[in-house]
């Protein structure tokens, strides 16, 4: 079955740091594009980044320099590393998985909660 | 504020067509493949339409999707109370690198 699985949510300080791993099974991350996706409270998607076959990645200009992706081969996942947390960052984040760059996006998580605040 | 645009609610009787508006530009929907995507409450999204026109197997065929130029469209034919939910456009845009979202369309079933 082709599944995903994000962990890594959680509360943090504005400043703060956390890492986002998502877990694939039933296919290859490292041979598809990789897309993290977020949605505020209340709010509609908002596409964070993604990470090429190839190893390229893209930002949203709201998040460049603070967070990276990147994923691990022999784990099968993908990872969002994030700094400089700030409030606005505050979301559920899904991991999603984009099977000819650009079409679509056709398998998803089922999301991790992270919440910035004092 | 979002890339792509859509009309924050669109409502239907049980049976009728309702039909779901999305407008871009040439660096997105002009020049790629436009995806919808369904979202149920609590849950994350799921992918509806694909390649303007094209339904995921498992997908009703009373969901059908569209595209012209820089604008597409998701029409839901014989509306069903399941179906009052939202839904999402997109598409990958060239000048940002990453996909481009509308702020999503809140379906009611009269």
């Known amino acids: 079955e082709v599944q995903l699985v994000e962990s890594g949510g959680g509360l943090v300080q504005p400043g703060g740091s956390l890492r986002l791993s998502c877990v694939a099974s039933g296919f290859t991350v490292s041979s598809n594009y990789m897309s993290w996706v977020r949605q505020a409270p209340g709010k509609g998607l908002e596409w964070v980044s993604v990470?090429?076959?190839?190893?390229?990645?893209y930002y949203a200009d709201s998040v460049k320099g603070r967070f990276t992706i990147s994923r691990d081969y022999f784990k099968n996942t993908l990872y969002l590393q994030m700094n400089s947390l700030r409030a606005e960052d505050t979301a559920v984040y899904y991991c999603?998985?984009?099977?000819?760059?650009?079409?679509?996006?056709?398998?998803w998580g089922q999301g991790t909660t992270v919440t910035v605040s004092s | 504020q979002s890339v792509l645009t859509q009309p924050p609610s669109a409502s239907g009787t049980p049976g009728q067509r309702v039909i779901i508006s999305c407008s871009g530009s040439?660096?997105?929907?002009?020049?790629?493949?436009v995806s919808w995507y369904q979202q149920l409450p609590g849950t994350a999204p799921e992918l509806l339409i694909y390649?303007?026109?094209q339904r995921p197997s498992g997908v009703p065929d009373r969901f059908s999707g569209s595209k012209s130029g820089t604008s597409a469209s998701l029409a839901i034919s014989g509306l069903q109370s399941e179906d009052e939910t939202n839904y999402y456009c997109?598409?990958?845009?060239?000048?940002?690198?990453?996909?481009?979202f509308g702020p999503g369309t809140r379906v009611t079933v009269l």
């Open positions: 390649s303007n026109n």
């Open positions: 997109a598409a990958w845009d060239d000048s940002l690198n990453g996909y481009v």
């Open positions: 999603a998985r984009d099977p000819y760059f650009g079409s679509r996006l056709d398998v």
């Open positions: 990470i090429y076959a190839d190893g390229s990645t």
């Open positions: 040439s660096s997105n929907i002009g020049s790629n493949p």
